[in-house]
């Protein structure tokens, strides 16, 4: 008897005790090189904890969650906490935005915190820490293969991550992309970061390929290329070591930057430019085919003006065909089969033009020339294509005064049926329209509102029924935030702490909805009970405890994308058998 009357008060108290949900921050101003700590108290056993989006921070440790309840002379106290350690991204005030929690029905905020960040600030080193310093063990280089090129010379800009074999690196993230002013550029896909060996500074480094880019300069002079600055998690080791005589390594943190580079431009030389050169550096190959030389009357060929080889295909446009006036030409169309490594462009471009004779006869399509900067000899070449004879069968001839008229820059066509009439016929509407009111339609919409007024009174009372259906109302909830959150947790794969913040709430929301339980009876012998009661498999039991029980312990320990991705297939095939059995 005395028990329950201790959970009747628990649950009064509960009913009508003040909530309470603030965020609580270690200080309020702080070093750019300093770490935040940040937490969320409750006096409530909230549901659907959603954190702020921390705009300006970086998450290094979080989020941690710690539940207390004490019964002190007959009054009882409850504390649940989320907690966070944040490192600033920029200098300046932050704010931190508000968190949300459900409880009741009801939505609860934090109000937003003001940071302000300083300059990073000069911190004493403990003896007993990390005797080696990340700064003269990591180094992030930008590799460019030519330093003097000509406008429109490609060149390669290679990014690397140098560290020494003294230091462990957990994880990076760009604070500044470079920035590629006056160039033509073009990122190469890195599919796999591998790890690899090779000397810098004298000394046997580690290193990975973040980033590869090819540039095209398109002006002459000084030209820079911003750098590529990154923020760096490193592992140092200490002089401590543990009950096993391993050395104890320490959490670091390092921001490098590739610098800025300068690139200085050559022009193009003026001495031997053709007249027609519009910017084709390379070595290329000119052609210019029809698709037929002998038409009869109404039909059309197709003349074909390509460019293929090894240069800067997509900066530079094909000559245009000059056509006798009796000829018709459309405007091209422009095709592009070009590929981009790391050497530099190579393929294929083509310009394809229909063209149409007007008159019966022989035509001439002159010769067309393409010219290029040769960069293996230093000097322009000119590639000229053959003269193109059309031979046009039949059709109407082409007299004097048609030729004087084409050759004004008009084509007359024979005064064949070029136009003909769509309707002769015409439908005469009366001017005068008849009156709105006393019509149809004016009764109609009178009447419209009494027809609707009770389909808006089903309406009401339907959805009254379904507000009034707390119970109900909450387990839809849960559903939809158990799908969310699995969607969610697909998105931030590649994040891994996000990740399994994701999917831990959506394993959560999923036995709420299934099972009708709260965030305070979901221990692991009550959620073994309730599924095997509503005959669930013990396998996939265990197999779903197991799983919930990895991803707090998964956000912290080093994991691949492939134990990341195993994790998620796992746990929706889980769910799916889950689903299916209760």
């Known amino acids: 008897m005395k028990r ?36 969320f108290l409750m006096n409530i056993d909230g ?46 005030i932050l704010t931190i935005r508000q968190a949300v929690i459900e409880f009741n029905g009801q939505i609860y905020k934090t109000q937003p915190i003001k940071i302000n960040v300083t300059a ?62 006056d160039f033509w550029s073009q990122n190469i896909e890195i599919k796999n970061l591998v790890t690899e060996e090779g000397m810098f500074k004298g000394e046997k480094y580690r290193y990975v390929v973040l980033k590869k880019v090819i540039l095209y300069p398109q002006k002459s002079g000084k030209l820079t290329i911003e750098p590529l600055a990154m923020d760096i998690d490193v592992q140092l080791p200490t002089n401590r070591r543990d009950y096993y005589g391993r050395v104890i390594v320490a959490d670091g943190n390092k921001r490098v930057s590739a610098g800025a580079k300068t690139i200085n431009v050559k022009a193009l030389p003026e001495a031997g430019k053709p007249i027609d050169f519009t910017g084709a550096v390379g070595k290329f190959d000119f052609k210019a085919i029809p698709s037929k030389t002998t038409l009869k009357n109404g039909e059309s060929l197709d003349l074909v003006l390509s460019v293929a080889g090894t240069g800067n295909l997509k900066l530079f446009t094909l000559p245009k065909p000059e056509v006798p006036n009796a000829l018709e030409m459309y405007d091209a169309v422009h095709t592009e089969k070009v590929n981009t490594p790391l050497s530099g462009m190579n393929g294929k471009i083509s310009d394809s033009y229909t063209i149409v004779p007007q008159y019966k006869g022989d035509y001439i399509i002159k010769p067309m020339h393409f010219s290029y900067f040769d960069l293996g000899t230093g000097t322009y070449k000119t590639i000229s294509s053959s003269e193109i004879k059309i031979n046009v069968l039949d059709g109407p001839t082409q007299t004097a005064e048609t030729h004087e008229t084409a050759s004004a820059g008009k084509n007359k066509i024979e ?35 009494f027809l609707l007024l009770p389909i808006i009174v089903l309406f009401k009372k339907k959805k009254e029924a379904i507000d009034s259906d707390v119970f109900g109302n909450r387990i839809k909830m849960n559903n939809r935030l158990a799908k969310k959150y699995l969607s969610e947790a697909k998105k931030q794969i590649n994040n891994k702490e996000l990740f399994y913040v994701a999917l831990e709430k959506a394993m959560h929301n999923f036995l709420k909805a299934k099972l009708h339980i709260e965030t305070s009876e979901m221990s692991k012998d009550n959620i073994q009970d309730l599924l095997l009661s509503r005959k669930a498999s013990p396998e996939a039991v265990s197999s779903f405890i197991a799983l919930t029980e990895n991803c707090e312990i998964a956000r912290y320990a080093p994991s691949s994308s492939a134990t990341i991705q195993h994790d998620f297939d796992k746990a929706v095939t889980i769910i799916s058998e889950l689903e299916k059995q209760i």
């Open 4 to 39: 329950y009357l201790i959970l009747f008060l628990l649950c009064f108290q509960g009913l009508f005790a003040q909530v309470q949900f603030e965020a609580r921050v270690s200080k309020t101003t702080l070093g750019l090189n300093e770490r935040l700590r940040i937490d």
């Open 120 to 181: 990073a600030t000069e911190q004493p080193r403990d003896p007993n820490d990390s005797q080696i310093s990340a700064d003269d063990n990591l180094y992030l280089v930008a590799d460019i293969t030519n330093t003097n090129p000509y406008i429109n010379q490609p060149i390669t800009v290679v990014y690397k991550l140098y560290f020494s074999y003294n230091i462990g690196i957990s994880n990076w993230k760009e604070l500044s992309k470079p920035k590629y002013n």
């Open 47 to 92: 549901d659907n904890f959603v954190p702020p989006s921390f705009d300006g921070f970086r998450i290094i440790a979080g989020p941690s969650q710690q539940v207390s309840q004490s019964w002190i002379n007959g009054k009882t106290s409850f504390e649940k906490s989320y907690s966070y350690f944040l490192l600033p991204a920029q200098k300046g």
């Open 415 to 449: 005064p064949t049926e070029q136009f003909r009439y769509i309707d002769l016929r015409t439908e005469l509407v009366s001017s005068k329209e008849p009156a709105f009111f006393g019509s149809n339609k004016f009764y109609s919409l009178l009447l419209l509102p």
